[in-house]
Each structure stands twice: as C-alpha cells, then as structure tokens.
C-alpha cells in the first residue's frame, strides 16, 4: 500500500509564516521610528524586550511555586515565591535599562572586491555613569562578539557581510541587543541608518597583459619611456620599450632587463573596455579591475575607457578610487 503524500501548501508552513510575520513587523519598526541619523541616542521608546527560553521556564517555575503555595497555604512558600517574581521583575527592568541612553554611530566601511567580506563598523557610546553588560550588534545571522562598555566610553562592533557580486550594498537596518542579567530577557532596538558600501569588481586571476605603455612629449606620443639620468635596470615587463632593454646585460647573463630613468616620466597606458576580446561583461571589468590595481601598485599612469566614461591618466589613490568605483557600478542597473 503506498502512501501518498499531503502536498502542504508552502505559503501555510512554519517557515514561510515566520519570514512573513518577521517582515510585518520590521517594517512597522521602520514605519514608527522612520530613518534614523548616523548617531543615533537609544531612548526607552524604542527598546524593545521579550522573555528568552530561560525567562519562560523561570516564570512556569514561579507559577507552579504560587500554586502550590495557595494549595498548601504555606506562608514561607508564599515569601519564596514573591521573592523569585520581583527578582524577574528586577532583571526585566535592569535589561532594558542596560541599552537605554546608548549612542550608536556609523563608523565607517571601506569597499572591498568581490567574494571578500564587507566590514561595517558600528560604534557605540556610554555617556552614564554605569557599566554596561553584554552588548552586541548583530544582523540576522550577522553578529559581532558581545562586549561590555565601561562608564564614559566607546566600543567599536563589526557586522562582517559576503559578498558575491560588484555594485552597492546596502544595509538598511541593523539591531542592538543585550540579555543581562541572567538571561531570562532580551531587549533590542531597530537602527535604520539606510547604511550603504561599494564592492569592487573582483580581480580576474589570469588576465592578458595590458597595453603598452605611451610616453607623452609635449603634444606627441611615441612608444618609449621618459627618460633623463639613468637609475639603474629592472626586471623587464610587457609594455616596455625595446630602445630601454640592456641588451648587453643580456647577452651577459641571459636575464631580458629594462633600463630605469630618473626624471619626468610621462608613461601611461589606457585600459579599454572596448577592446578586450571577451564577450562576457564581468569578465572585461575583473580584467580591467586587475590591470589598475596592478598599475597602481607600480606607480603608473593609467587611463581608464568605459562606454560613456573616459578617465585620464594619472595615478594615486583618488585615481584608483574613481576608476574602481566606475568599474563596480558600470551598468548599474542590469538587474533592475
């Protein structure tokens, strides 16, 4: 006799109905306390607290002792029993007193290439005159260590985040909690910062060599490096002039070297989007990814062509910011 199964409509199992609830009640939070600014005061309003499982099983406990106490009439139970109920009501109290008057801050995040994790760091500040006992930042499944602050200072939480693809990140809540003491009580507040991070194309592992260096002078370009005193050799590298190889070197020691100038030089290559014979996007900006992060570990000019973006060539660090930041939002809105 073979049985068969009950098809159990997915919208009416537990999960499902968990996710739906959790998501009705984040966006009452967002809808009753609106966006907050990137520091934020925690004030008693917006704290939030529930019993934890320890809690539920201390009140069943409490309640079996009072019922047993009226059964019996025992006065000493009946002292016990009062006892053990304002001891929950003391620690209730003292954990939502425990984040209450916090200052949360936006300390910052720095963009990262993709499949690395982005670190946002959350700041939090305790302006009282009383320690405060197993704080923690957390996101979901994302949570930070849980950390004491001190009397008048700071601590700085980080919410690591994965990431698989370029483009932004955003995160539009994060929550603070704390379940001291004993915990029998959790109490957490929503913050919507709105808080956002740029991930970086990833950086493809095998790429082609980019192109040739140019040497500007004056108006005119021409395949060589600048050139003034001599500075010594280096090894050779795709781009370089063949006027600079120290062929004598090499006849000497078989090792194909360049020879290095001091003075102005001018060399710059142009990275193009255009001309990379992928047909796969992502693949054309890991590649482009690769070549400027290479060229600004060498010091080099470098120019950046997108479709309807031209970088000129320069290097330092606002150049690598500008044309990475171009390459993780190159058509932004491919997935809208």
């Not at 009226?70 to 007193?97: I, P």
């Not at 193009?272 to 992060?293: P, Y």
């Not at 479709?307 to 993780?328: K, S, T, V, W």
Request: glycine share 6%.
């Amino acid at each position: 006799m073979s049985s068969i199964p009950w098809p159990f409509p997915e919208a009416l199992s537990p999960r499902h109905l968990r996710e739906r609830l959790s998501a009705r009640v984040l966006r009452w939070a967002r809808k009753r306390q609106g966006l907050d600014p990137h520091t934020t005061t925690l004030t008693s309003r917006r704290i939030y607290i529930l019993p934890t499982a320890i809690g539920l099983i201390f009140a069943l406990t409490a309640f079996a002792m009072l019922l047993g106490s009226m059964n019996y009439n025992n006065n000493l139970s009946f002292v016990l029993t009062f006892m053990l109920v304002a001891l929950g009501f003391v620690a209730m109290h003292q954990c939502q007193r425990n984040l209450v008057g916090l200052d949360v801050s936006f300390a910052g995040v720095e963009p990262v290439h993709a499949t690395r994790p982005l670190e946002f760091r959350i700041a939090v500040h305790n302006r009282s005159k009383n320690r405060r006992y197993n704080v923690q930042v957390y996101d979901g499944r994302i949570v930070s260590d849980i950390r004491d602050i001190p009397a008048g200072e700071s601590r700085v939480f980080r919410l690591e985040y994965p990431t698989r693809q370029r483009g932004r990140m955003a995160v539009p809540r994060f929550g603070i909690r704390s379940n001291f003491p004993f915990e029998m009580f959790r109490a957490w507040s929503w913050v919507h910062m709105d808080l956002e991070a740029l991930v970086w194309p990833a950086q493809a592992s095998d790429v082609p060599p980019p192109p040739a260096a140019l040497t500007a002078t004056g108006h005119r370009q021409h395949d060589a490096r600048g050139e003034e005193d001599f500075a010594g050799l280096r090894g050779y590298s795709d781009g370089d002039s063949p006027r600079h190889v120290a062929w004598k070197a090499y006849a000497r020691s078989g090792e194909l070297l360049s020879k290095q100038f001091a003075g102005a030089d001018t060399s710059s290559q142009w990275f193009d989007f255009d001309t990379l014979d992928s047909t796969d996007t992502e693949r054309r900006l890991s590649i482009l990814t690769r070549w400027v992060v290479d060229a600004e570990l060498l010091q080099r000019d470098y120019g950046l062509r997108l479709p309807g973006h031209e970088f000129p060539p320069a290097h330092g660090d606002a150049q690598r910011q500008a044309c990475l930041r171009a390459l993780a939002l190159f058509d932004e809105k491919r997935g809208s």
